[in-house]
């Protein structure tokens, strides 16, 4: 805030642009018209237009006392200044009839030289003339500006350049600014204190980098920066970019000068701007680095953002043909993950055409980085477990936790001889996990499984093409879960306890296969569900009926 003297501050006020007639005369249609009558009398405040009219009763004990106050804002400009001028309007209606007091509350003029804004709180000496408490911008400024009045000033000022110049109303002349804020002092003071890198950014069309310019509060670019981008940076200054690309794209040239790039024999630093000024890469350059093959748009690194685009650009053109090998036979997650480990100096393994070759079987999985690079471990579970390693890879790729699974195998091979297989490599991974280690974790439940199953083996048998199977350790009631996609082995504890009885209903011709778990309680069926918990048909849930009538008559 520019400070002057109090005479320079006396001059400044007396000198101040007066409000038109008209203008007053149009805030004064804000307020309301008041027409007290009888049925001989009628008193009306006024003759004039007004924003509403009320009417009252005319009596002996009228009073006509009635108040309004509101606030308004004049704007007017001229090719040395702008003025926001904010004026208290209180209307009153003594003996029927309007009479106006009209006061200056505040009072800001902008000049290409300073921002003066004149108050109460910047002049105590004018107490009785300027009537507001605070400045503008002040917690109990309210006041209605009309639209088009700072249109209208900015035409006839000397800002009248800058407003032709921005066609597309980047720097938002046109807002209907119902009250002033400090946002719209704040717009006004950065484009006269910036208004030579302004007109250079409308020239560009240049609008996200504009809005950065003028919003002082939450600017992301120094303003002293922009002679240096206008010398080195025409070419991305002109494609609009956003603050974050245009920071990215100085970064990207920073990196191309400093850095031995492969790319350099091929692209100069004006094609460097223009593939970082877009989105995905022109054409053109793809064909010039020969990178037509690839499918680009499958290549992480390069639509992330996360890294140099330059850098990754140069990493993909060093790679190509390593890139081309492993996109054709598939195995995307793993270079997608080398490129990335590449870039930050991580990795583990020496990217060749020979070292490709000879891992294209357990590439075709399409493994992660981490699978490839724990070979070892999977061939150590394949010697002690006999897995298959590349039903193994595959897996571990798609679930994505090695060491998880290496410590489920090991909890699966304790519990059981032969596992079956959708018992090491089961559907739902998080589910068969939480069993089998829980299993693991309670094996002392197997002497009270072992009570459980002498009492229930009566219901051991082969009934109307149907085997009925009693459960004889908990991994049994773990191994059908899994099977049949279901919660079974959280009856462990419920079956050991004779809470409930558990059953496996197989057909007599495959007694290996899992196909229906039947829980029942006082020869009643609780409940019959084959995989994934659906409700077994009517016929079978009558031969379940008919076996258990059946059953309960045999041991009676």
């Known amino acids: 805030m520019t400070v002057l003297t109090d005479t320079e501050l006396q001059k400044l006020y007396d000198n101040r642009l007066t409000p038109s007639q008209s203008w007053i005369n149009k805030q004064k249609e804000h307020f309301s018209k008041y027409i007290w009558k009888n049925k001989n009398t009628e008193v009306c405040s006024t003759t004039e237009k007004r924003n509403e009219t009320i009417s009252k009763r005319l009596t002996k004990r009228t009073s006509f006392n009635t108040c309004q106050r509101n606030y308004f804002t004049y704007i007017k400009g001229t090719t040395k200044r702008i003025e926001f001028q904010e004026y208290e309007f209180v209307q009153t209606t003594p003996n029927g009839k309007e009479q106006w007091d009209i006061k200056l509350r505040n009072l800001v003029q902008i000049t290409p030289q300073r921002t003066v804004r004149l108050s109460q709180d910047t002049w105590n000496h004018l107490y009785d003339k300027l009537t507001a408490v605070q400045p503008f911008y002040g917690g109990s400024f309210m006041s209605y500006i009309d639209n088009g009045l700072i249109k209208k000033a900015i035409t006839h000022s000397f800002l009248k350049d800058i407003y032709e110049l921005d066609k597309n109303n980047i720097l938002e002349w046109e807002n209907e600014y119902e009250y002033p804020n400090r946002k719209l002092f ?63 794209t100085i970064k990207d040239i920073q990196d191309y000068n400093k850095t031995k790039m492969s790319i350099k024999t091929i692209l100069n630093k004006t094609d460097i701007i223009k593939i970082v000024a877009n989105k995905q890469i022109p054409t053109e350059y793809i064909l010039k680095l020969n990178l037509q093959y690839l499918d680009l748009d499958n290549i992480q690194i390069l639509k992330e953002g996360l890294y140099s685009k330059v850098k990754c650009l140069n990493l993909v053109y060093k790679y190509k043909n390593e890139i081309e090998f492993c996109q054709k036979i598939k195995a995307t997650n793993f270079i997608n993950d080398w490129l990335q480990t590449e870039l930050t100096k991580t990795n583990t393994i020496n990217l060749t055409r020979d070292w490709l070759k000879k891992n294209k079987v357990e590439l075709k999985n399409n493994p992660s980085l981490e699978v490839m690079n724990s070979q070892k471990t999977i061939m150590d579970l394949k010697q002690e477990y006999k897995v298959n390693k590349e039903k193994t890879i595959s897996y571990v790729s798609k679930m ?108 007599a011709t495959e007694p290996n296969k899992s196909l229906y778990a039947l829980e029942i309680m006082d020869n009643e069926i609780v409940q019959l569900r084959a995989k994934n918990n659906v409700p077994a048909n009517d016929n079978v849930q009558n031969t379940v009926k008919k076996y258990l009538k059946q059953t309960t008559a045999v041991v009676a």
């Open 186 to 248: 704040d717009r006004f003071t950065n484009i006269i204190k910036y208004q030579d890198t302004v007109k250079k950014l409308l020239k560009y069309n240049a609008k996200h980098l504009l809005v950065d310019l003028i919003n002082k509060r939450n600017r992301e670019i120094n303003p002293r920066t922009y002679q240096k981008l206008f010398k080195n940076f025409n070419g991305i200054l002109k494609t609009n970019p956003t603050v974050k690309s245009l920071q990215e």
């Open 400 to 507: 994505g936790n090695l060491n998880k699974y290496v410590q489920y195998i090991k909890y699966v091979f304790s519990l059981y001889k032969k596992p079956a297989k959708e018992i090491v490599y089961p559907n739902n991974f998080t589910l068969a996990f939480k069993e089998i280690e829980s299993a693991y974790n309670n094996k002392s439940l197997q002497e009270r499984f072992k009570i459980a199953y002498k009492h229930n083996k009566k219901y051991q048998n082969t009934f109307n093409g149907y085997t009925f199977i009693v459960p004889k350790k908990p991994e049994d009631l773990v191994e059908e879960g899994i099977k049949l996609n279901n919660c079974l082995a959280s009856y462990r504890k419920r079956y050991a306890n004779e809470q409930t009885i558990i059953l496996f209903v197989r057909k």
